[in-house]
């Protein structure tokens, strides 16, 4: 019976999680998110012989010496956690919350622009430094909230007030991440895919260990017909954990799955 043709078409959801600089085991698996594309290359360096007898010039050894895998993903999904695996970034949560007697610029003048220290701005109200009874600017004559999102003002008058100014207000959470905060990521990660050439049969893959590198560029202005993604790099390490005569070996594992009957 011949061999049946089995083409490859993948689709798939790919999870991660961070390992444990100490014990090495990952912890919680989180899907990334929308990723669409997923590859892994592999390489060695060789030594190579060529015999010098018989005037042929012949090869007659050849081994390798080196082996190296690399990964390659781009990210759709642009949140503060993908984000943070890309910037070497961890997240920051700010929880929603108010200010009082917020120091502005002492410099500030006429038509100048400022931004408060928090986005997300609502209920602002900015009082001048007189003594004893401070003065209140009057939103539009005085100052205008530009963008509420971005905490963006404009002052628009300065006569009569005392410098400086203070603001009071309400914001909103969020959250942050920093870049090149946190320490090489070392990750897990987990691929649950469908081939869709192949009457969309699973398969799973498994990397046990990706040092993962910074991201090379994020663009922030977008022009042309599709999202942006982020391209992801790393290295495929191998996981000392895993038995190095084990049939998986140490680096990770393609799995192709049958469902059970009934």
Known sequence: ?????????????????????????????????????????????KVTHNESFTGAMAET???????????????????????????????????????????????????????????????????DSTSGAAKTLVAGTDYSLDDANFGRCTLLNVTGFVMPLKAAYSYGARKAVGIFTAKQPNIALRYEGVNLANDSAPEMVDLYKVATDPLAELALISTGNDVQGMQITGGVLIDPSKPATGGLGQFGSITQISLAAG
């Open 1 to 45: 019976m011949d061999k049946p043709t089995l083409y490859r078409y993948g689709q798939g959801r790919i999870s991660i999680a961070y390992r444990d600089p100490v014990t090495g085991l990952p912890g919680k698996f989180k899907w990334v998110g929308d990723v669409s594309a997923l590859s892994v290359k592999l390489s060695v360096e």
């Open 61 to 127: 050894a050849s081994f390798p010496t080196k082996k190296t895998s690399t990964l390659d993903m781009t990210i759709n999904q642009v949140d503060t956690d993908t984000l943070a695996l890309a910037l070497f970034g961890t997240p920051i949560t700010t929880a929603a919350g108010t200010v009082t007697g917020e120091l502005l610029d002492a410099t500030l003048a006429a038509n100048d622009v400022f931004y408060l220290a928090n986005p997300g701005v609502s209920e602002v109200v900015i009082t």
